[in-house]
């Protein structure tokens, strides 16, 4: 098993930055990949980022490309989300998930989430 805690949310004004971290709490030899996902009230869950453990390669959600940055610290069993240029529909409950097979879309494991509001 796997336990994910997802830290960093607050309130910022639009265009502020904030840094969410996701920490693994084993060592995550067995992770394949790791990503971001957010949710809005009323709104279903949407992908934002998605990381491989053993690569750099990153993937993002058009609505967040060039703003947000995805990135690990392996020693640390640590994700980032690095988000500027933050937009009042930015608001949501980030979630940090992880899963152990390469098959996209599927995570076994998530976290309970961090909040981010954006004010305008």
């Known amino acids: 098993q796997v336990q994910l805690v997802e830290s960093g949310g607050g309130l910022v004004q639009a265009g502020g930055s904030l840094r969410l971290s996701c920490a693994a709490s084993?060592?995550?030899?067995?992770?394949?990949?790791m990503a971001w996902f957010r949710q809005a009230p009323g709104k279903e869950r949407e992908f934002v980022a998605r990381?491989?453990?053993?690569?750099?390669?990153?993937y993002y959600a058009d609505s967040v490309k060039g703003r947000f940055t995805i990135s690990r610290d392996n020693a640390k069993n640590t994700v980032y989300l690095q988000m500027n240029s933050l937009k009042p529909e930015d608001t949501a409950v980030y979630l940090c998930a992880a899963d152990e097979t390469p098959v996209i879309g599927q995570y076994n494991y998530w976290g309970q989430g961090t909040q981010v509001t954006v004010s305008s």
């Open positions: 990381i491989y453990w053993s690569s750099t390669d990153a």
């Open positions: 084993r060592r995550t030899f067995s992770i394949y990949k």
